[in-house]
T-cell receptor
Framework: GENVEQHPSTLSVQEGDSAVIKCTYS??????FPWYKQELGKGPQLIID?????GEKKDQRIAVTLNKTAKHFSLHITETQPEDSAVYFC????????FGAGTILRVKS | GAGVSQSPRYKVAKRGQDVALRCDPI?????LFWYQQALGQGPEFLTY????????KSGLPSDRFFAERPEGSVSTLKIQRTQQEDSAVYLC??????????????FGEGSRLTVL
């Protein structure tokens, strides 16, 4: 099955700095690459996704980049704000959505 | 409501009891998923429905776990003879995508099960 790893497991940044979370996967057939954000006591919420025919996608302060050859994709958050503090999960899709273990992002004001 | 609704939000069960967790997906969403999330971990896939058909139940950890969606809308996850290792948050998600796999999943807030 799909093996998914996220790095780092925790990330602390100062407000206004950038944050980058990397996700590596094993299934070369994966063709859909979403990132979910989970706040305490809530379910995950999709924040951005990318498909395999695109290398980068940006939505305001959030971007995702994909390297299919190396089998990894990354979440980039610029100008971080305290409300960005949450757990972030990658969930590459091969024949099912497999979630990574999560990255705890803390934005210090 | 506009989102995915799950009930109960919290459930405490004694070991050996049966529990039933309910999910009301977004109206019209054909795909429904159940995930199990242990503390500090990512959601783990349990099962998937397209309308009333259970197309994938490969993630159900044992035959004590059973899910149904008889009319293609509301779904129930049942756990028989609960064990302490069943303690987790059970998340339900729905999607408008017919294939159910490559579109946005809308998650409920989850049902937190604690087995004593």
């Amino acid at each position: 099955g799909e093996n998914v790893e996220q790095h780092p497991s925790t990330l602390s940044v100062q407000e206004g700095d950038s944050a980058v979370i990397k996700c590596t996967y094993s299934d070369s057939a994966s063709n859909y690459f979403p990132w979910y954000k989970q706040e305490l006591g809530k379910g995950p919420q999709l924040i951005i996704d990318i498909r395999s025919n695109v290398g980068e996608k940006k939505d305001q302060r959030i971007a995702v980049t994909l390297n299919k050859t190396a089998k990894h994709f990354s979440l980039h958050i610029t100008e971080t704000q305290p409300e960005d503090s949450a757990v972030y999960f990658c969930a590459p899709y091969g024949n099912k959505l497999v979630f990574g273990a999560g990255t705890i992002l803390r934005v210090k004001s | 409501g506009a989102g995915v609704s799950q009930s109960p939000r919290y459930k405490v069960a004694k070991r050996g009891q049966d529990v039933a967790l309910r999910c009301d997906p977004i109206s019209g969403h054909v795909s429904l998923f159940w995930y199990q999330q242990a503390l500090g971990q990512g959601p783990e896939f349990l099962t998937y429905f397209q309308n009333e058909a259970q197309l994938d139940k490969s993630g159900l950890p044992s035959d004590r776990f059973f899910a149904e969606r008889p009319e293609g809308s509301v779904s129930t996850l049942k756990i028989q003879r609960t064990q302490q290792e069943d303690s987790a948050v059970y998340l339900c998600a729905s999607s408008s995508s017919g294939t159910g796999r490559t579109g946005e999943l809308f998650f409920g807030e989850g049902s937190r099960l604690t087995v004593l």
